[in-house]
Every structure is written in structure tokens, then in C-alpha cells.
């Protein structure tokens, strides 16, 4: 008899906001195994934020995980992981996360990862899709490490796949696929043999020219020369990284979470206790 070793993991949120107390609640939380939710913290009144754990250490190839989240109008929240989520070699199958997020009419969703090492032959694939209702606002990141590059290790095989969708009204705002070979990993055009790739976004509030420029000067210096940018899109704001240095791209992406996060919600960013630990 064979008996599967794979996960099939699940996790579900629901968060509203009560008005008369001005602060948001989980108010539904369901998770099955590998993944976990931890208690919300309450650093801010009316933010909850909430960590998402991976009991198992990491993904190998066949697991599936998925992610329901539903935020309820003005509502706010965050969400972030309690370590960096590993992604094994894999003999053949794939290893899929798919996460479907709908986010409420002026409610606020801030989706900050820890960063995802990618072991070198695995094989991962990311589906990512965000509703926006108007008025809405969808602030997330993130940094990928492909192969374990403290151990020398490159990623010269397996898949790496990454589709992040943002719709409003069934119209997209924003669609991004990323598709990496192995084989592709010295590329000029992918990764140019740069061990760390890393996206952040905000969508769902104008952004000025100044605001772009702001952004571009808050890189550290140790960036200069290397791979990033910060682009305007028509109703918020994209940036990337390519290099290699972790925790510098991370110390310039918290950087920008402060720079947007004033204008979204008037108020500078708020560490969340598990990154100190």
C-alpha cells in the first residue's frame, strides 16, 4: 500500500472590525496541518496582527498549501510568518502554495512574509491572487534566496514560479509571473546569478513623483551599483531587488513600508515582535 507523505495544508482568516471599539479582530481562524496560526497581537488599537507558522520546517515536493483570507470593509491587519519558509529538493513533483486574499471596501492589508529559501532542485510554484474592493489597500513583500548561498549552494536546478494578481471590480491593477529554470540562474534576463530576488508593492493609493524619488533614495548605500528600482504604477507603487544581500534589500523594504505606510495610514511602520526574536 503506498501512503502519501506529502502535506495538504490549509488556512483560513477572517477579520472584521468592530466599530463601536475601533479595532480589528480575528474573528475566524482555521488551520490544518502543517500550518498553524499563532495569537493575534495587538501592538497597535485598531491593527491586528497575526503569525502564520509552518510546524513541518519547510516544503517538499508535493505538498500543497493554501490560504483563504477575508478581511471585512475598514478592517486592518497583518500578517507575516515566524521564520523564512524552506522549499526542499524535490524528486519530481512540484511543491504548490496558493493563497487567495479578498480585502474590503477602505481596509488594509499588509502581507510581509519572512523570506523563502529556495534549497537548490526544488521545484516550487506561488499562486498569489488579491480582490480589491475600492478604497482598499494591499502592502506585501517579498524576498526570495534561491539555493542556501551561505553553504556556496547555487541554484543551477529545479523550477521556480511566481504569479502575483491583483484585481478590483474584475479588473486587474497589477499581474506579475516570474518563471526561473535552473538553468536560467546566470541569465542576464533572470536571475544573473544573484542569490536574492525581492518584490515590494503597494497598490491601492496614488503615488507622486516624489514619493518614487523618496523611494530610490532610501535604498542603503551597500545597494548602490547593485540591481534595484522603484516604479509609479497608475494607483500605487513597485519595487525590486536583485543581488546579494539579504539584509540589506530587507533594511531598504522596511524603509519603503515606512515611507508608504504614512500615507496609507498616517503612521510610521510597526516591527512585529517575532522578527526581533
Given at each position: 500500500?503506498?501512503?502519501?507523505?506529502?502535506?495538504?495544508?490549509?488556512?483560513?482568516?477572517?477579520?472584521?472590525?468592530?466599530?463601536?471599539?475601533?479595532?480589528?479582530?480575528l474573528?475566524?481562524s482555521?488551520?490544518?496541518?502543517?500550518?498553524?496560526?499563532?495569537?493575534?497581537?495587538?501592538?497597535?488599537?485598531?491593527?491586528?496582527?497575526?503569525?502564520?507558522?509552518?510546524?513541518?520546517?519547510g516544503?517538499?515536493?508535493?505538498?500543497?498549501l493554501?490560504?483563504?483570507?477575508?478581511?471585512?470593509p475598514?478592517?486592518?491587519?497583518l500578517i507575516?510568518?515566524?521564520a523564512?519558509?524552506k522549499?526542499?529538493?524535490?524528486q519530481?513533483?512540484?511543491?504548490?502554495?496558493?493563497?487567495e486574499?479578498n480585502i474590503?471596501?477602505?481596509?488594509c492589508?499588509?502581507?510581509?512574509?519572512?523570506e523563502?529559501i529556495?534549497f537548490n532542485?526544488a521545484?516550487?510554484?506561488?499562486?498569489l491572487?488579491v480582490?480589491?474592493?475600492?478604497?482598499?489597500?494591499?502592502?506585501?513583500?517579498?524576498?526570495v534566496?534561491?539555493?542556501?548561498?551561505?553553504?556556496?549552494?547555487?541554484f543551477?536546478?529545479?523550477?521556480?514560479?511566481?504569479?502575483?494578481?491583483?484585481?478590483?471590480?474584475?479588473?486587474?491593477?497589477?499581474?506579475?509571473?516570474?518563471?526561473?529554470?535552473?538553468k536560467?540562474?546566470?541569465s542576464l534576463?533572470?536571475?544573473?546569478?544573484?542569490?536574492?530576488?525581492?518584490?515590494?508593492?503597494?497598490i491601492?493609493?496614488p503615488?507622486t513623483?516624489?514619493?518614487?524619488?523618496?523611494?530610490?533614495?532610501l535604498?542603503?548605500?551597500?545597494?548602490?551599483?547593485?540591481?534595484?528600482?522603484?516604479?509609479?504604477?497608475?494607483n500605487g507603487i513597485?519595487?525590486?531587488?536583485?543581488?546579494?544581500?539579504?539584509?540589506?534589500?530587507?533594511?531598504?523594504?522596511?524603509?519603503?513600508?515606512?515611507?508608504?505606510?504614512?500615507?496609507?495610514?498616517?503612521?510610521?511602520?510597526?516591527i512585529?515582535r517575532?522578527?526581533?526574536?
Amino acid at each position: 500500500m503506498n501512503v502519501s507523505t506529502s502535506w495538504n495544508g490549509q488556512i483560513e482568516l477572517k477579520f472584521d472590525r468592530l466599530t463601536d471599539e475601533n479595532r480589528t479582530i480575528l474573528a475566524h481562524s482555521y488551520a490544518r496541518a502543517p500550518l498553524k496560526v499563532q495569537r493575534p497581537f495587538y501592538p497597535e488599537p485598531d491593527l491586528c496582527q497575526t503569525v502564520l507558522l509552518h510546524s513541518a520546517g519547510g516544503m517538499v515536493g508535493g505538498d500543497q498549501l493554501s490560504y483563504h483570507i477575508d478581511l471585512a470593509p475598514a478592517s486592518r491587519a497583518l500578517i507575516t510568518t515566524a521564520a523564512a519558509t524552506k522549499i526542499y529538493r524535490s524528486q519530481g513533483e512540484i511543491s504548490h502554495q496558493q493563497i487567495e486574499i479578498n480585502i474590503g471596501a477602505n481596509a488594509c492589508l499588509e502581507w510581509l512574509p519572512q523570506e523563502t529559501i529556495i534549497f537548490n532542485q526544488a521545484k516550487y510554484q506561488q499562486d498569489l491572487r488579491v480582490n480589491l474592493a475600492p478604497g482598499a489597500t494591499f502592502c506585501a513583500w517579498e524576498i526570495v534566496r534561491l539555493g542556501r548561498s551561505a553553504s556556496q549552494e547555487t541554484f543551477n536546478q529545479g523550477c521556480w514560479q511566481n504569479t502575483l494578481e491583483v484585481w478590483q471590480q474584475d479588473k486587474p491593477l497589477w499581474i506579475d509571473r516570474q518563471r526561473l529554470m535552473g538553468k536560467q540562474w546566470n541569465s542576464l534576463q533572470a536571475a544573473n546569478s544573484q542569490p536574492i530576488l525581492g518584490l515590494f508593492i503597494v497598490i491601492g493609493r496614488p503615488v507622486t513623483t516624489e514619493t518614487i524619488e523618496q523611494a530610490r533614495a532610501l535604498a542603503p548605500k551597500s545597494l548602490q551599483g547593485l540591481e534595484y528600482g522603484a516604479t509609479a504604477l497608475k494607483n500605487g507603487i513597485v519595487c525590486r531587488y536583485r543581488g546579494s544581500d539579504r539584509a540589506a534589500a530587507q533594511q531598504w523594504f522596511i524603509a519603503l513600508w515606512n515611507l508608504m505606510r504614512q500615507q496609507y495610514l498616517d503612521r510610521p511602520a510597526c516591527i512585529p515582535r517575532v522578527w526581533q526574536q
